[in-house]
């Protein structure tokens, strides 16, 4: 018979704590594709490469907010950085995402210095606004291009590890809980970061495609394509990862298996087996490899791409769910479940849940009408053919 | 203009933003903070400033002290005041104006008293249908209080703490938490236990021929265990013990035992001050056992 | 040179700058000699807990007395009882009293094994809760009394996702993480804890190890006991006499 400890009834971790590590994530995919274009040259992503960085400045700025909805006295959130406690996994969040932060609004600054130079020579508020953060230096002269060029290459080089640490360090925090059967693998450092460069790119091409669609823009063939050779390569490395992992504790069965494979079977059936590995991880895999192997029309290929994009973004997020969720929805008697669902109205709801979510795309949208992310972007020529 | 310069300004803002950063951070660590690891030193101190709500028996004894000293010579002597009648404290301040809980229904004693297979076979438990049919109780919500008073629920003659050692004796529910079936025969390789009538044959070989037959020898032999090897054991010759079955009451059943009214009965056969202290015991030793139990001076027309 | 000297100067204010920082980079530490006013030696004290599961009756006083003491609101827990019924086919039932003022009612479970076994925070020595615990609000005392600083938690739930045993809750009333304190308002009395006191059984033992007369050495050097999970490696503080396998 099902028997929970008393005061595990209650899930403390909600769905807050599922948004946090999914913005994480999209934030340090959006930016690896970002340094993939800056520091290792890969030019083919040049459309996309001011997009991303843009992209991962806004959710970075949003990512708090989910763990200041669920913190039970946020006004001492600063204490984090105050008094940090460094053996706990958690208190590496204030640091790192502060200088993560620095380091993201630093380089969007050297990059996107020429078009907001270009805003700035105006008049009205908004060109006062962007002179204040160009701090009143208009010089956009050859040279000093070239040092924003050197500086932003080697802040995208400093970001991909900070990146990694920014999202994995949560997968730290859920590994090292020895307590948490279903947490508790050294794996979960690893899986974390691979499958945030995996909905990162997913979300980039997805709103790359949306912008595109909204404004009537072609979307440039070479860059997608190499995203969902990118996409499909991440994807494989994550999809793996998160396999090994359950392949192992199903393999080794040590005594919390009996309860570990109720919580599979019973609890998690359709939102692990049936959606994770099985509709958003198989049908994904299959489209990125037809679209990176076989040769196909241009709009086949991109509705193929636009589709697994939007299936992984629903499989990574899942995969949070499934992790924090699931791990709390099995006791530590190891003898039941509890169950959860997530208010509509509630401070930790899915109200605020969608909220928090979509509040980046229109920040995005804001941020373009001030300083174009998209400078090259080309008109759909109207005659009808590809 | 140097094509450095914009950077510079920059960091040397970034650098500007965290000094002060820094330098908020040390002024808002508490005072005390590490002082003894990595924690506020001042929180145990502060961890200690909370309301004492129980004020212990002792305290309890000031002023209740009649109640207290029934309460420790019989079977609930091992039971806290404020087990039953809840947190002290603000009784005390109020110096007794504030009531105290006072549970007399009987769901409050089943609390404990419930038969349930998880507790102890050894401790008393009962099923209230099962124990109000030997009592010969009719109405199934007549409370225990009517004839158990909670501070002396079995109306010990002598104090529980001092009583006589006795070995330990088993019931088949001290171990066998399962529901035995009566008259269950011990196998050969049951582990070896007392009985009776090891020791008391002739007692026990006379109680059999009397009206009592059916009545376990522990329920009038209380018996308290100490340790596994060994307990206390009481010959209660209250009479109020022997009335928790034989009083009139409104709430007898039909099949009840003989029933009487105490203390008209004792001032109907006493004739004098002396036989007025006796007990049931004294006078009706052939309704139990004439082996072995002593008399005390008979009265005119007992049936020894 | 203007542009060199400009630069030079700039890194030299950011070394001035660093070098401020890393100076200050530690707490600053209380004057020495400062003591708290009060007659209370922590460092006399090492206080353990031991439970006798064959003692206990599952009358929940334990339950009624912690949830008075500590103005624990309803729904969370500092310490319950629960209750294992094995039956003849060896399936294993458990529940714990958490409902209706906490009694436990009849089952028709056909038993052949049963029990009740209280629990608590064990306050371990090598508790999980204070090292993931990110701002240091967690700690454990030098009598052995795992606490809670709540001037300083900020509810994010950490510890209680660490403790292996479920003993911590987030208080719907203070939204901050709560547990057993092991009564430390009283035990630095001299008093025993609200549930040791509450119980008519003996089931609950509270001591000092220090005394070595004390019931608890002399339980502990004696009695055969066990510890909760102790391959979590906690070390619990709270030791359990006649602990089933089926207790987790």
Redesign the interface.
Same mark, same amino acid.
């Given at each position: 018979m099902d028997y929970v400890f008393p005061n595990e009834l209650n899930v403390t971790w909600t769905v807050m704590i599922v948004l946090y590590p999914y913005i994480t994530g999209l934030v340090a995919g959006a930016f690896i594709v970002s340094s993939l274009y800056h520091v290792f040259g890969r030019h083919e992503l040049e459309p996309v490469a001011r997009f991303s960085l843009v992209s991962a400045f806004v959710f970075l700025l949003f990512a708090p907010l989910p763990l200041l909805m669920h913190l039970g006295h946020p006004e001492r959130a600063?204490s984090i950085?105050?008094?940090p406690?460094f053996?706990s996994a958690m208190a590496g969040f204030g640091f790192i995402y502060n200088t993560y932060l620095?380091l993201v609004v630093?380089e969007v600054?050297?990059v996107m210095?020429g078009q907001f130079i270009a805003r700035a020579k105006g008049t009205g508020p908004i060109a006062f606004a962007c002179r204040a953060i160009?701090?009143f230096?208009l010089?956009e002269?050859a040279?000093?291009r070239?040092?924003?060029h050197k500086?932003a290459t080697f802040l995208a080089g400093l970001g991909i590890p900070l990146a990694c640490l920014l999202h994995g360090y949560v997968g730290f925090l859920f590994g090292s809980l020895k307590a948490n059967p279903w947490w508790s693998t050294a794996l979960m450092f690893v899986i974390f970061i691979f499958s945030a460069i995996v909905s990162g790119i997913s979300v980039l091409i997805f709103h790359t495609f949306v912008v595109a669609w909204i404004n009537g823009w072609e979307v440039e063939e070479k860059c997608i394509r190499a995203l969902g050779k990118y996409l499909w390569g991440f994807m494989i490395i994550a999809v793996s990862l998160e396999l090994l992992e359950i392949l192992s504790i199903a393999y080794k069965q040590t005594e919390e298996w009996e309860v570990l494979e109720r919580l599979i079977s019973e609890k998690l059936f359709i939102s692990y087996v049936v959606l994770q590995f099985g509709l958003f991880s198989l049908v994904p895999f299959v489209f990125l490899a037809i679209t990176a192997l076989v040769p196909l029309g241009k709009r086949l290929t991109h509705a193929l791409i636009w589709l697994a994009s939007v299936m992984l973004l629903m499989q990574v997020l899942l995969m949070r769910w499934n992790v924090v969720i699931g791990g709390q929805l099995l006791s530590k008697s190891m003898r039941g479940f509890t169950s959860y669902f997530p208010g509509l109205f509630e401070r930790e709801g899915l109200v605020v849940a969608a909220i928090i979510f979509t509040a980046p795309f229109l920040i995005l949208w804001g941020f373009n009408r001030v300083v174009p992310l998209f400078p090259h972007a080309v008109s759909k020529v109207r005659t009808g053919m590809n | 203009?140097?094509?450095?310069?914009?950077?510079?300004?920059? /960091?040397?803002?970034?650098?500007?933003v965290?000094?002060a950063a820094?330098?908020a951070?040390?002024l808002?660590?508490?005072?005390?903070?590490?002082?003894?690891?990595?924690?506020?030193?001042?929180? !145990?101190?502060?961890?200690?400033?909370?309301?004492?709500?129980?004020v212990?028996a002792d305290v309890c004894a000031d002023c209740h002290d009649k109640q207290k000293s029934l309460h420790d010579k019989d079977a609930?002597s091992?039971? !806290?005041c404020?087990?039953c009648h809840? !947190?002290g404290a603000e009784h005390v301040k109020a110096e007794g104006d504030a009531p105290m809980r006072r549970p007399t229904a009987k769901?409050d004693c089943?609390?404990?008293h419930?038969?349930?297979?998880?507790?102890?076979g050894s /401790?008393p438990?009962i099923d209230a249908d099962v124990h109000f049919a030997f009592v010969g109780v009719k109405d199934p919500s007549t409370p225990c209080v009517s004839c158990h008073d909670p501070h002396e629920p079995l109306y010990m003659d002598r104090d529980v703490r001092t009583a006589r050692l006795h070995p330990a004796i088993h019931r088949c529910r001290d171990c066998h938490?399962?529901?035995m079936a009566e008259g269950t025969v011990k196998p050969e390789r049951h582990p070896v236990t007392f009985e009776c009538n090891y020791c008391h044959p002739a007692i026990v070989a006379d109680f059999a021929k009397r009206t009592h037959a059916h009545v376990a020898c522990t329920t009038c032999h209380l018996y308290f265990r100490e340790s596994e090897y060994a307990g206390r054991i009481i010959r209660d010759a209250d009479p109020r013990f022997c009335l928790l079955c034989h009083r009139a009451a409104p709430f007898r059943s039909a099949n009840a035992p003989k029933t009487i009214d105490w203390p008209s009965h004792r001032d109907k056969v006493a004739s004098g001050p002396t036989d007025a202290k006796k007990g049931c015991v004294d006078c009706h030793r052939d309704r139990i056992h004439t082996v072995g139990t002593p008399v005390r001076g008979a009265v005119k027309g007992a049936q020894l | 040179m203007? =542009?060199n000297i400009?630069?030079r100067d700039?890194l030299k204010? *950011?070394g001035a700058?660093s070098g401020?920082?890393l100076v200050?980079?530690g707490?600053? @530490?209380?004057p020495q000699g #400062?003591k708290?006013k009060?007659d209370?030696d922590?460092e006399k004290h090492s206080y353990a807990y031991v439970v006798d599961t064959? =003692?206990c009756?599952?009358?929940?006083?334990c339950m009624? &007395?912690c949830r008075? #003491?500590?103005d624990v609101p309803p729904g969370v827990f500092r310490t319950w009882v629960e =209750?294992?019924?094995v039956d #003849?086919a060896g399936e294993v039932r458990v529940d714990a009293a958490t409902h209706d003022d906490f009694?436990?009612g009849?089952?028709d479970? @056909?038993?052949?094994?049963?029990?009740?076994v209280p629990k608590l925070c064990n306050h371990c020595k090598k508790s999980v809760c204070n090292q993931v615990c990110p701002v240091?609000?967690?700690?454990?005392?030098?009598d052995g009394v795992v *606490?809670v600083? %709540?001037?300083?938690c900020i509810g994010c739930g950490y510890c209680v996702q660490a403790c292996p045993y479920g003993s911590r809750f987030i208080s719907p009333r203070t939204h901050m993480a709560e547990k057993c304190?092991l009564c430390? %308002? =009283?035990i630095?009395?001299g #008093?025993k804890p609200?549930c040791v &006191?509450?119980?008519?059984?003996?089931a609950r033992i509270f001591g000092d190890l220090r005394d070595p007369q004390s019931e608890i050495s002399v339980i502990l050097k004696q009695q055969r006991f066990r510890v909760l999970k102790p391959e979590m490696g906690t070390q619990p503080n709270c030791y359990y006499l006649g602990l089933d396998r089926e207790v987790v």
């Open positions: 600063l950085m105050v008094t406690n053996s620095v630093l600054w050297f210095r160009l701090l230096n010089d002269s040279e000093t070239r040092v924003d500086i | 203009m140097s094509k450095y310069r914009h950077a510079v300004s920059v /960091f040397v803002v970034l650098g500007v965290v000094i820094a330098i951070r040390n808002a660590i508490p005072d005390t903070f590490g002082e003894f690891g990595h924690y506020r030193g001042a929180a !145990p101190a502060q961890a200690r400033e909370f309301p004492l709500r129980h212990g609930h091992r039971v !806290p404020e087990t809840g !947190p769901s089943l609390v404990c419930q038969r349930l297979a998880a507790r102890p /401790f438990q938490q399962g529901t | 203007t =542009r400009s630069r700039a204010v *950011l700058g401020l920082l200050h980079c707490p600053i @530490k209380p #400062e708290e009060s209370y922590w064959t =003692r009756i599952g009358c929940c006083a009624r &007395a008075a #003491e500590n =209750r294992y019924e #003849e009694v436990f009849t089952t479970t @056909k038993v052949s094994k049963a029990f009740f240091g609000a967690a700690y454990r005392t030098k *606490l600083d %709540h001037d300083r304190t430390y %308002h =009283r630095t009395r #008093e609200a &006191a509450s119980c008519p059984k003996g």
